[in-house]
């Protein structure tokens, strides 16, 4: 039997620090120096994405002249802070947060927080992967039209992560296993394989690591690969709700009972209604599911110190074909700043020009050690993202390509069932409460509707 990986090792990877910054308290430095400007930035989860921006800035900071306040926030509190600025709260003159661009983006554009980023991006356009240029153009409600109002630099979306080795000793053998690539039949053999992993010794292991709880984002990011691969349509491309019609509500009831009924099953950790956002990570990452499902590559990401955990012993793969046989379009994530309308927004602007220069983003991205993609074609072609023996990154690459416009891109309301985590609530109900599948679908509906209305009369 394959020993864990050192807890202690996992937690540090994984974890995300607290806020630190230079200078003054960042709710106030905006007005106490009028010279700086400031930045709010999350915090890399590696120290090389840390120390990539904060070189990047001091360099662009002399060459300038321009004095930079730059601010780290962990993931979370980053979040919070972007959820003050739509409550009336301080701003920074540019924000970068890993979820920040899918939670608030379209709602601070709606709400003309924004500066448009045409002049930006403009030079770089023709170098831009597809669907990274629709997945940062946002409706604004005064101006009545879409525009581009961030700055990419990086992607991401969900990728299935699997123990070759654990799965290679539960079938007794040293071949590659072929897993199915069609929907029932892929989800279906990870719990035959949990049966043969407790028979091989692994008494704790369950198949499947996905999150069933409403206390992380995780839950309502996969689901959302459930609803796509059972054809439901939630949004129309103008943007009108379409749950109430009956066949779109039959097809989200069906999506839900599917994913819930692994934890029914007993396939999934039954702690997984109380994860948190790391906790799928290191449930998986200490051998107690033979695979996950997570929306960055945080996981491998963790172990690249560790050859032999990063290149043998874990493996990333495709999402199986959705019900029908068709590939699942996948949502992406684009990591983008914002620059908000201000004094400030002519040296935003400018650090946003250099920061994107070819040799500067590739070095800030490649400090995440792989976990989100580039946004450059050509930066993509570079070795570190080629090696044919590194799954996780190719597997990412399928998955992006694969990509589909988020909801909250056709309707930033979407945003607030996001923020609520409204179908991570409905799957928390299921597998808690017990409450029948279609209760809790009907309960997330009417939610929903309730957040499009309000938003509506806003």
């Given at each position: 039997m394959k020993p864990q990986l050192a807890l202690a090792s996992i937690l540090l990877s994984l974890s995300v620090g607290g806020c630190s910054f230079t200078g003054a308290n960042p709710a106030t430095s905006q007005t106490s120096n009028d010279r700086e400007l400031l930045i709010w930035w999350s915090e890399g989860y590696y120290p090389e994405e840390t120390d990539a921006i904060e070189s990047i800035t001091r360099k662009w900071e002399k060459a300038s002249g321009n004095k930079v306040k730059l601010v780290f926030f962990n993931d979370g509190e980053i979040s919070q802070r972007a959820t003050e600025i739509l409550n009336g709260g301080p701003k920074p003159d540019l924000l970068y947060g890993y979820s920040v661009g899918d939670s608030h983006g379209p709602?601070?554009?709606y709400k003309d927080f924004l500066v448009k980023t045409d002049d930006i991006i403009e030079d770089f356009k023709s170098d831009y992967s597809p669907g990274i240029i629709e997945n940062i153009t946002f409706l604004n409600k005064d101006a009545g039209g879409r525009f581009p109002y961030s700055v990419p630099l990086s992607v991401s979306s969900a990728y299935i992560h699997y123990w070759k080795d654990l799965l290679q000793e539960a079938n007794e053998t040293d071949l590659t296993i072929n897993i199915p690539d069609t929907w029932n039949e892929?989800?279906?053999f990870w719990g035959i394989n949990q049966q043969k992993a407790i028979q091989a010794g692994f008494v704790d292991i369950k198949g499947i690591g996905?999150?069933?709880?409403?206390?992380?984002?995780?839950?309502?990011?996969?689901f959302d690969f459930f609803l796509e691969a059972h054809e439901a349509n939630i949004i129309s491309q103008s943007g009108e709700?379409?749950?109430?019609?009956?066949?779109?509500r039959e097809k989200v009831i069906q999506a839900m009972k599917n994913y819930t009924s692994f934890y029914k099953k007993g396939w999934v950790p039954t702690k997984a209604t109380e994860w948190g956002d790391v906790d799928n990570n290191i449930n998986f990452l200490s051998s107690l599911s033979l695979m996950t499902a997570n929306p960055t590559l945080s996981i491998p990401g963790s172990q690249t110190a560790d050859e032999v955990a990063y290149y043998e012993r874990i493996a990333s793969v495709g999402w199986p074909k959705g019900i029908n046989g068709q590939t699942v379009r996948t949502d992406i994530s684009v990591k983008q700043m914002f620059i908000f309308d201000g004094k400030k927004m002519e040296e935003a602007k400018s650090f946003a020009r250099n920061l994107i220069k070819p040799e500067n983003l590739s070095t800030y991205v490649e400090g995440a050690q792989g976990r989100f993609l580039p946004v450059s074609?050509?930066?993509l072609t570079n070795p570190f993202w080629n090696e044919l023996r590194n799954t996780h990154i190719q597997a990412s690459r399928e998955t992006v390509e694969n990509y589909k416009l988020a909801y909250q891109i056709y309707n930033p309301a979407?945003?607030?069932v996001r923020r609520q985590n409204i179908w991570a609530q409905a799957i928390e109900q299921v597998c808690v409460n017990n409450t029948p599948v279609d209760t809790a679908v009907d309960n997330a509906i009417e939610s929903i509707e309730s957040i499009f209305q309000k938003w509506e009369r806003s």
């Open positions: 709602t601070f554009a892929f989800w279906e996905l999150p069933m709880a409403s206390s992380t984002s995780d839950t309502h990011i996969l709700l379409l749950l109430r019609k009956p066949e779109e074609k050509n930066i979407y945003t607030e």
